[in-house]
C-alpha cells in the first residue's frame, strides 16, 4: 500500500485502528479506549462499527 508524503502519519494510524478494534472485542467501552489514547469517541465510534 502506498502512502502519499503528506501522510507521514499512516502507519501509526493503522496502529491505533487496530488497538481500537482489539480493545472493542476485549469488551472495553469507548471511554476507556479512547481516555489514555487521546482520540475522539467519534473516531473509536467509527472503527467499532
Partial sequence: MKHSISDRDAAR????????????????????????????KTTAWGWQE
Fill in 13 to 40: 494510524k493503522h496502529v491505533w485502528r487496530a488497538r481500537i478494534i482489539l480493545l472493542t472485542y476485549e469488551g472495553l467501552g469507548t471511554h476507556a479506549i479512547t481516555t489514555p489514547s487521546g482520540k475522539l
